[in-house]
């Protein structure tokens, strides 16, 4: 029996562990898997209704790191992971994703001669800047097993030294847990009458915003820049905001609430998973700085723009629905009446996003430990 630690830290790795977990509960029998929740994202009632509806199982260990700067949570996570490693003795673990939690663990599990897989490897944005693209690149180079979503993630993975026999591309198990939900997700009505919200339009319509990333948030110019930009967009379609909590906070510590409150911007709490994907599904426009919603939008179909100078994911660029834009005014605007007036860009899904990408890392895995 072969012992497999799957790791998971914050709310983009659950939708990425779910399909892998139910895998390998379904299919292997060869494999002790057990899960490990490092406690990065500690929102308690969010990460438990993820949980509850992606179906993953509790946690076996939890080691509630809680949220601090990039170097102090990496560090905390490495001294609370050891002792797991050194107690359960895996012969490998699996990190996905690209957040401090897949590089504090994979920097434990190399020191301690365990081998590392890694689910999503060879994406960059070129931007090292972005802590993400660090762990990403650090995390690769550490890795044995480097399972990939698009093919062109192989040429930057061999760009940087690592050997095609390391490298699987097997789909992308975003989308994995995307079709396995979709049907669970309820309409747009119930989640508006839930939250007792009333589109101030007559068709219905309307677009979607995340926004959380530091670069767009913690400067306030920026900040200010971007929501009076959504308000404009909102005069033409009401704009549902979830607000993520760091990004409110720094409306309230900017004092921006009052932008919010010009135009047709209805804000409102943070959304589980499945609320979040029925509105995804139906909005007419997504507007986001999220890498794993680019993703989605791409395989149903709806129109993104993306508030970033540049992505990891360029596969939804070249193939999906998505344009890249930055925080330049004109250019969003510019992107939003396209859509509004034509539609924008319709796409394609890319090649082996299936729904079966945790079927063929399984298999892999399983023939390779």
Same mark, same amino acid.
């Given at each position: 029996?072969?012992?497999?630690?799957?790791?998971?830290?914050?709310?983009?790795?659950?939708?990425?562990?779910?399909?892998?977990?139910?895998?390998?509960?379904?299919?292997?029998?060869?494999?002790?898997s057990?899960?490990?929740?490092?406690?990065?994202?500690?929102d308690?009632?969010?990460?438990?209704?993820?949980?509850?509806?992606?179906?993953?199982?509790?946690?076996?260990?939890?080691?509630?790191?809680?949220?601090?700067?990039?170097?102090?949570?990496?560090?905390?996570?490495?001294?609370?992971?050891?002792?797991? +490693?050194?107690?359960?003795?895996?012969?490998a673990?699996?990190?996905?994703?690209?957040?401090?939690s897949?590089?504090?663990?994979?920097?434990?599990?190399?020191?301690?001669?365990?081998?590392? +897989?890694?689910?999503?490897?060879g994406?960059?944005?070129?931007?090292?800047?972005?802590?993400?693209?660090?762990?990403?690149?650090l995390?690769?180079?550490?890795s044995?097993?480097?399972?990939?979503?698009?093919?062109?993630?192989?040429?930057?993975?061999?760009?940087?030294? +690592?050997?095609?026999?390391?490298?699987?591309?097997?789909?992308?198990?975003?989308?994995?847990?995307?079709?396995h939900?979709?049907?669970?997700?309820?309409?747009?009505?119930?989640?508006?009458?839930?939250?007792?919200?009333?589109?101030?339009?007559?068709?219905?319509?309307?677009?979607?915003?995340?926004?959380?990333?530091?670069?767009?948030?913690?400067?306030?110019?920026?900040?200010?820049?971007?929501?009076?930009?959504l308000?404009?967009?909102?005069?033409?379609?009401?704009?549902?905001?979830?607000?993520?909590?760091?990004?409110?906070?720094?409306?309230?510590?900017?004092?921006?609430?009052?932008?919010?409150?010009?135009g047709?911007?209805?804000?409102?709490?943070?959304?589980?998973?499945?609320?979040?994907l029925?509105?995804?599904?139906?909005?007419k426009?997504?507007?986001?700085?999220?890498?794993?919603?680019?993703?989605e939008?791409?395989?149903?179909?709806?129109?993104?723009i993306?508030?970033?100078?540049?992505?990891?994911?360029?596969?939804?660029?070249?193939?999906?629905?998505?344009?890249?834009?930055?925080?330049?005014?004109?250019?969003?605007?510019?992107?939003?009446?396209?859509?509004?007036?034509?539609?924008?860009?319709?796409?394609?899904?890319?090649?082996?996003?299936?729904?079966?990408?945790?079927?063929?890392?399984?298999e892999?895995?399983?023939?390779?430990?």
């Open positions: 029996m072969k012992k497999l630690c799957c790791i998971v830290g914050a709310r983009p790795n659950f939708m990425k562990i779910a399909p892998i977990m139910r895998q390998l509960a379904k299919r292997v029998e060869n494999i002790d057990m899960l490990v929740h490092t406690g990065q994202h500690y308690e009632v969010m990460n438990s209704l993820f949980f509850q509806q992606l179906a993953i199982p509790e946690p076996d260990v939890h080691l509630e790191v809680g949220s601090s700067s990039h170097a102090i949570q990496t560090a905390e996570i490495m001294k609370r992971f050891e002792p797991v +490693i050194e107690k359960e003795k895996p012969n673990i699996l990190v996905v994703g690209d957040v401090n897949t590089i504090a663990c994979s920097l434990v599990a190399a020191k301690q001669g365990v081998r590392i +897989i890694h689910v999503e490897a994406l960059r944005s070129f931007d090292r800047t972005m802590p993400e693209e660090i762990n990403r690149i995390t690769d180079q550490l044995d097993l480097l399972f990939i979503t698009e093919k062109d993630a192989e040429n930057n993975l061999n760009a940087e030294g +690592i050997p095609s026999d390391k490298i699987h591309f097997v789909g992308n198990v975003m989308i994995d847990t995307l079709l939900t979709l049907n669970e997700t309820e309409s747009e009505s119930i989640i508006f009458q839930r939250h007792n919200i009333t589109l101030p339009s007559i068709n219905n319509s309307y677009g979607l915003v995340t926004l959380h990333r530091p670069s767009n948030v913690d400067d306030p110019e920026t900040l200010h820049g971007l929501l009076d930009t308000n404009l967009i909102s005069e033409k379609i009401p704009l549902i905001f979830p607000v993520h909590p760091r990004t409110a906070q720094r409306i309230y510590k900017t004092n921006l609430n009052e932008i919010l409150n010009k047709r911007i209805i804000a409102m709490e943070p959304l589980g998973y499945l609320e979040l029925g509105l995804m599904r139906n909005a426009l997504v507007l986001t700085d999220s890498g794993g919603i680019q993703e939008t791409t395989a149903l179909g709806v129109p993104c993306t508030l970033r100078e540049n992505t990891e994911r360029p596969i939804t660029l070249t193939h999906g629905t998505n344009t890249l834009v930055g925080t330049n005014r004109r250019k969003i605007l510019d992107v939003a009446d396209d859509i509004l007036i034509n539609g924008g860009k319709t796409g394609r899904i890319p090649e082996a996003w299936d729904g079966h990408a945790a079927n063929r890392i399984v892999i895995i399983n023939n390779w430990l």
